[in-house]
């Protein structure tokens, strides 16, 4: 069975504040931690150009969320921890998508609605002020989501309708060429995760500029809680916990068992003096460990730059192939003679479905092979060889590789210290499926045939 896909895009703009953490960071970590799944979370940084044109803030707020994720306990070696821009064929994708998507259906977009709505009210031209990239913000959405054929996103309900357009422009696509190229992907909502109230009550947010920022350090973000508006009941007063913002923040940090001793002490009449201490407490508690990892990440930029490489060539092992696939798919694609025919023979091939092959020919005095797949997809390209004896000897050799020989970029099959062939509409593992069936295939045939 292939893993639940799950992808999270985070906009690098700003500072993660605790809101954030409990609404999005520290239930996205455990939920990469389930076996079943398999997650891809990146720093959205082109989403970031569309509300933010100050260079060092990008920069800045790329550190600061890569490493708040890394010191929340994401594991780099468990999921795909990526930057956005370092996937050029996420920008590729966009493009390919925007010739299918209807402008209609960007005009019906919230944010962009919104935008035109108060410009309207303002009397002023509708698309005042509105750049193109906030039109386009959710096709490129859409490209992050799909090129990873993601099943599943998890996201707030602000996000939704993005989630439902990649779904209509995933679908448009594939009824446009003729193929199940995209997964069409679905919004997870989390129903029990808490939003917390900010510092004057409302929902905890950038935009209300009431946030308590995540890495305070423990002094300021003590004064912060305390700084938190309650009513005027004095102490011994029994308190509504329902009613306080103290025990619903208290809620998303302490468990249910904490919780309700602390409901206890309210109706009890515990000073706001006091709960906001215990409030503290809690909160530090889980925060301070997590505080020292993130202080030790932020001083040592290189390790994350490290780390997000890392993530991008993971990353690309499969958007690589896959972008080759599309734009295939869309006609993009070499004028060379043999990827011509290669093209017209896969559609054919795709009705016969045949088993994966090795093909071996000549051209230009030259011998080749290619291995092709049961949908006619070109998985390896050979390099040249003088004779087609090289050639067959290299298949055999590939063919007996336990498992696929490559160089440190993953896209290049070695046989001892030689280049043999390319990786083209494949990742490694399609390749090493393709040569076990063709192993298997061979040794029936050798058994059903008769000992001459
Ligand atoms: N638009 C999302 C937000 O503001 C961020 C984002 C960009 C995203 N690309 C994504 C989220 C892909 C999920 C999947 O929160």
Not at 123 to 133: L, Q, V
Not at 189 to 204: H, S
Not at 273 to 280: I, N, S, T, Y
Request: hydrophobic share 40%; aromatic share 8%.
């Amino acid at each position: 069975m292939s893993k639940t896909r799950i992808l999270t895009g985070i906009t690098t703009t700003g500072t993660p504040h605790l809101g954030n953490y409990v609404g999005a960071i520290r239930p996205a970590i455990a939920a990469s931690r389930h076996p079943g799944a398999e997650s891809f979370y990146f720093l959205a940084d082109y989403h970031a150009l569309v509300k933010c044109d100050d260079p060092a803030r990008i920069q800045q707020s790329t550190l600061e969320i890569a490493a708040t994720w890394l010191a929340c306990g994401l594991d780099p070696e468990k999921v795909v921890f990526y930057r956005q821009s370092d996937i050029p064929e996420i920008p590729e994708l966009t493009w390919l998508l925007t010739c299918v998507t209807a402008k209609g259906l960007l005009n019906r977009a919230h944010a962009y609605k919104a935008a035109t709505d108060a410009n309207r009210e303002k009397s002023e031209d509708p698309d005042a002020g509105i750049t193109a990239g906030l039109y386009m913000y959710p096709v490129l959405m859409a490209a992050d989501i799909l090129i990873f054929n993601a099943h599943k996103v998890p996201v707030g309900r602000d996000q939704v309708q993005h989630i439902e357009m990649a779904r209509d422009i995933g679908q448009r696509f594939n009824h446009l060429y003729g193929g199940e190229y995209f997964t069409l992907p679905e919004a997870a909502i989390e129903e029990n995760v808490a939003t917390l109230p900010g510092l004057d009550g409302r929902k905890m947010s950038k935009s209300y500029n009431n946030t308590i920022p995540l890495w305070l350090p423990e002094k300021e973000l003590r004064n912060a809680i305390l700084g938190i508006v309650t009513n005027s009941q004095v102490p011994g007063e029994p308190k509504n916990p329902d009613e306080s913002h103290i025990f619903s923040i208290y809620q998303a940090f302490a468990g249910p068992v904490r919780s309700a001793a602390m409901r206890a002490a309210f109706k009890n009449g515990i000073a706001w003096g006091e709960a906001k201490q215990v409030l503290f407490n809690c909160i530090n508690a889980e925060l301070g460990p997590l505080r020292e990892n993130f202080e030790k990440l932020i001083a040592s930029p290189e390790t994350i730059e490290d780390l997000l490489q890392a993530g991008a060539s993971k990353a690309r092992e499969r958007t690589l192939p896959f972008i080759r696939k599309l734009r295939g798919a869309v006609g993009i694609r070499s004028l060379h003679t043999s990827s011509v025919a290669s093209t017209v023979q896969s559609t054919a091939e795709t009705v016969g479905q045949k088993a994966p092959r090795f093909v071996s020919y000549r051209e230009n005095d030259k011998a080749y092979f290619k291995l092709i797949d049961s949908n006619g997809l070109v998985l390896l390209q050979s390099v040249p060889f003088d004779s087609q004896r090289d050639a067959g000897r290299v298949i055999a050799a590939i063919k007996q590789q336990m498992s696929l020989k490559t160089d440190g970029s993953g896209r290049v099959v070695m046989v001892e210290t030689s280049v043999v062939a390319k990786l083209m509409d494949a990742i490694r593992p399609d390749v090493e499926n393709a040569l076990q069936r063709i192993n298997a295939l061979e040794a029936s045939k050798k058994n059903a045939s008769p000992a001459s």
